[in-house]
């Protein structure tokens, strides 16, 4: 069965840090592009980072640059998202996201650009 698995969210108080994890299962091969997205009740999903898997290209959006490292290996086929200087606006649903073939090495920003989604993982930050 392809899917992904993320896991890793849970509750922490503002200034805290968790990390994320995704696992790719059911096929061969990397995917083109990945990425964490996130959606805050009331709010648009937005993608929060994301990697072209064949170069290393990296995306962060400007909420979180500086304070999320995003990683991907490849032989695990796992997707990491590190998250640290928590805050409560980042309190959200986090979905993993891929997208099997890109022709760009800047990943797309639209979600209906991504073929495959995790469950997603709850994440909140209380102040």
């Known amino acids: 069965q392809v899917q992904l698995v993320e896991s890793g969210g849970g509750s922490v108080q503002a200034g805290g840090s968790l990390r994320l994890s995704c696992a790719a299962s059911?096929?061969?091969?990397?995917?083109?592009?990945m990425g964490w997205f996130r959606q805050a009740p009331g709010k648009e999903r937005e993608r929060v980072a994301s990697?072209?898997?064949?170069?290393?290209?990296?995306y962060y959006a400007d909420s979180v640059k500086g304070r999320f490292t995003l990683s991907h290996d490849k032989s695990e086929n796992t997707l990491y998202l590190q998250m640290n200087s928590l805050k409560p606006e980042d309190t959200a649903v986090y979905y993993c996201?891929?997208?099997?073939?890109?022709?760009?090495?800047?990943?797309?920003?639209?979600?209906?650009?991504?073929?495959?989604w995790g469950q997603g993982t709850q994440v909140t930050v209380s102040s």
């Open positions: 059911g096929f061969a091969g990397s995917m083109y592009c």
């Open positions: 996201a891929g997208r099997w073939y890109w022709h760009s090495p800047t990943c797309p920003s639209s979600r209906d650009d991504y073929n495959l």
């Open positions: 990697i072209y898997t064949y170069a290393g290209n990296t």
